[in-house]
């Protein structure tokens, strides 16, 4: 609300045009986060996090399911940025990069570190 | 994938010893650890693939230092050559390339990643989370940057050299026909790869304090650290992807021909610098927010006071945020084509809530029990500091001295006072801070206030004789001068104080080494402090905690060293503490899918020892 409130007075005031879209686009961009986050609270209601008198043994069991260590998440910035890097010196190392991020994205979804 | 069991704990007969009235000792609580390992890797190939986020801290910590003192050796070249008027180390070609990677890396490969890696380690720990919410994403988020930087610092290496446009690469200077070299297109990449690193890593730290607090962990209970990375991850996601579009339509200038920079098809520079400050200026805050979180971590625990207007000091940041995306064309006012009143009006009124946080850190230390170990000495030199970087900032908001003052070495002091007093001081703060937590183990005091009084003379001297030479008309960005009024002398002072801050750095690498190569005997709260990451070991456990205290306040840990003193703590510790009578195996937050069968397993077995008695 507050982007778009200041970007409404920002063209009031005569701003220039990509103030204007920026700051509309940030009213944007906030509203997705804002509507994440009520879309989130209607659905599953006041957690038990948010409870001011819960405790540790109110949701309590494993700590959690975290993966193990992996190549993938380095071999993908390293396909990321030939990717890109492609751009100023050469296809051939977009297209090496790619590859990479298309390899590493699919063992990233199936892999399973049993 | 691993999953982590719970471990029992110790029982709350023992809190306070035989001694009722007696302080808790976190130490006598948590006891020595059931969990093996603590998280880092020992292996280079550990190291490469690892997705914890304590290790992933540890990483950005040190990758960024490494910027830091890369950029440090940049601003070196940059004291040398203008020590003394003439050209004597550099050409000028060269020296462009130095004083853009030197602010380059500063703002993007150590300020903002320091941060992060506070957002990995710490924040986590601070909420009672057992990792961040993504891993892998973190993972693949550090090696960007990583990578990104590399790219970067490699332009030096590319035909023509590094980028030579300066950190926000206005064009035409940064067109095809102004910088025509690969490295100037080496350096637009490596902040579209850093600008995606810190926007996904954005996502997680919002994902991560919103869904892995630990339960009476709220919102307003949350250590202002937190609160501050996650309003500074909303700016990220806000400001970065600007920046990100920006510099894609450059990179599309110089590759494809396109003109949305170029003024003689109709594109606009401007446009650019429009685009690049809606970035720039919340960046200056993006980089600051968690730094002033550290020391707002501190002040109160070397006071022996809560922290003063807890509540405002949360507003003052969100204002802060929400007012940093509006102010960005006071970089602009010489170009004649922004509405001045409304950017300096917006310009000022930031300091009313930067006024609120200078005001409250004051408040906490106000009337308290003041000692002055290392992080408190190092946070009350960021206060110092960053004021007079605040009041400087001021006066360029108003146009009439901006205009003046635009483009000359007093910016640069400026600029320096502000990110070099918020980010490089309150960085040592929160090193000293943390450092126990971390390794297990102390930093020496004694080095630490060697330490202090050399890096504050040194930057002092480094950086307000700036203020004088632009004062008196000295521009930024020049290797050479005229040896005019006192400018020479000024500049030397300024050299001679870059090589105290040199000095400076050398008895904080030795207490590092004696540190590391001592015994880690720190215990898990050697400050007495308040929030959770301080209720467990040092260093934390895998996974951080096996216990957790109850949270009925900002301070738990607080709370809890206090449980046996009535009016002292908050209120409802105690009883929420008896409350897990008979609950021992029950005390961990945090459940994952399997929490359900684990709680359903835990009354099985309950009724049938009911049954069997």
Do not use: C
Request: aromatic fraction near 14%; charge should be negative.
């Amino acid at each position: 609300m507050y982007f778009l409130a200041i970007g409404l007075i920002y063209l009031a005031v005569g701003g220039d045009p990509a103030g204007i879209v920026a700051l509309l686009m940030a009213s944007g961009l906030g509203g997705l986060i804002a509507g994440f986050a009520w879309h989130f609270g209607r659905r599953y209601g006041t957690r038990v996090e948010d409870l001011q008198d819960s405790d540790a043994p109110d949701a309590t069991g494993v700590v959690g399911v975290y993966p193990t260590a992996s190549l993938r998440p380095i071999a993908l910035a390293f396909g990321t940025t030939l990717l890109v890097l492609g751009v100023p010196i050469g296809s051939w190392m977009s297209m090496i990069g790619a590859a990479i991020v298309a390899s590493q994205v699919l063992l990233l979804v199936h892999d399973t570190d049993d | 994938m691993t999953t982590i069991d719970r471990k029992p704990s110790a029982p709350t007969v023992t809190l306070g010893g035989d001694d009722p009235n007696h302080l808790v000792s976190i130490d006598s609580v948590i006891g020595p650890s059931g969990q093996e390992g603590t998280g880092l890797p020992t292996t280079l190939v550990g190291w490469l693939t690892t997705t914890n986020h304590k290790a992933l801290g540890v990483a950005y910590f040190v990758a960024s230092l490494t910027f830091l003192a890369i950029g440090g050796g940049l601003a070196g070249i940059i004291r040398a050559e203008l020590t003394s008027p003439g050209q004597q180390v550099v050409s000028e070609q060269v020296y462009n390339q130095v004083f853009t990677i030197h602010g380059s890396v500063m703002v993007f490969l150590f300020a903002v990643p320091f941060g992060f890696g506070l957002a990995n380690y710490i924040m986590p720990l601070q909420i009672g989370a057992p990792d961040l919410a993504f891993p892998r994403l973190n993972a693949f988020s550090f090696w960007l940057y990583v990578i990104g930087g590399a790219v970067m610092l490699f332009g030096f290496a590319a035909d023509g050299g590094a980028a030579p446009f300066g950190w926000f690469a206005y064009p035409p200077l940064s067109g095809a026909s102004g910088s025509p070299g690969l490295g100037a297109d080496m350096w637009i990449v490596a902040i579209i790869l850093t600008g995606t690193s810190g926007t996904l890593t954005a996502v997680n730290v919002i994902a991560t304090i919103t869904m892995l607090r630990t339960p009476g962990m709220t919102l307003f209970r949350m250590p202002i650290l937190t609160w501050n990375l996650l309003v500074t991850a909303f700016m990220v996601l806000v400001v970065f992807p600007v920046l990100s579009g920006a510099l894609l339509m450059l990179l599309a200038d110089r590759q494809f021909g396109t003109k949305f920079y170029v003024p003689t098809d109709g594109g606009s520079p401007i446009l650019w610098q429009h685009l690049f400050w809606f970035f720039g200026h919340p960046e200056v805050y993006i980089v600051a927010l968690p730094f002033f979180g550290v020391v707002t971590e501190i002040f109160p625990v070397f006071a022996r006071r809560p922290v003063f207007g807890y509540k405002g000091l949360i507003f003052a940041t969100l204002t802060i945020g929400a007012l940093s995306t509006s102010v960005w064309a006071h970089h602009m006012f010489v170009t004649g084509e922004v509405v001045v009143t409304f950017f300096a009006l917006t310009s000022s009124l930031i300091a009313i809530p930067t006024g609120v946080k200078v005001f409250n850190w004051m408040g906490s230390m106000y009337g308290g029990a003041i000692t002055f170990e290392a992080p408190m000495k190092f946070a009350i030199g960021f206060l110092v500091t960053f004021v007079v970087g605040g009041v400087t900032g001021v006066m360029l908001a108003s146009p009439t001295l901006d205009f003046q003052l635009s483009d000359s070495f007093f910016v640069v002091a400026h600029f320096h006072y502000v990110m070099g007093g918020t980010v490089v001081i309150a960085l040592f703060a929160g090193i000293y801070f943390w450092w126990p937590k971390v390794t297990g183990r102390m930093l020496s005091e004694r080095l630490a206030t060697w330490h202090f009084w050399l890096l504050m003379i040194g930057f002092n001297m480094t950086f307000f004789f700036m203020h004088l030479l632009g004062r008196e008309g000295m521009p930024r960005r020049v290797p050479d001068y005229e040896p005019i009024s006192n400018w020479e002398l000024w500049n030397q002072l300024a050299t001679a104080g870059y090589v105290i801050l040199l000095i400076s750095m050398v008895p904080f690498l030795i207490a590092v080494v004696k540190s590391l190569r001592g015994p880690a005997n720190a215990g898990a709260d050697p400050w007495n402090a308040y929030s959770l990451e301080w209720a467990t070991t040092s260093p934390p456990v895998e996974h951080n905690f096996e216990w957790i205290p109850p949270i009925r306040s900002e301070r738990p840990v607080f709370d809890f060293r206090w449980i046996n003193h009535d009016d002292v703590g908050a209120p409802g510790v105690a009883e929420a503490w008896m409350a897990r009578e008979g609950l021992d195996d029950r005390w961990l937050p945090l459940a994952g899918p399997v929490a359900a069968d684990v709680a359903d397993d835990a009354n099985a077995a309950s009724s049938a020892d009911s049954d069997v008695g």
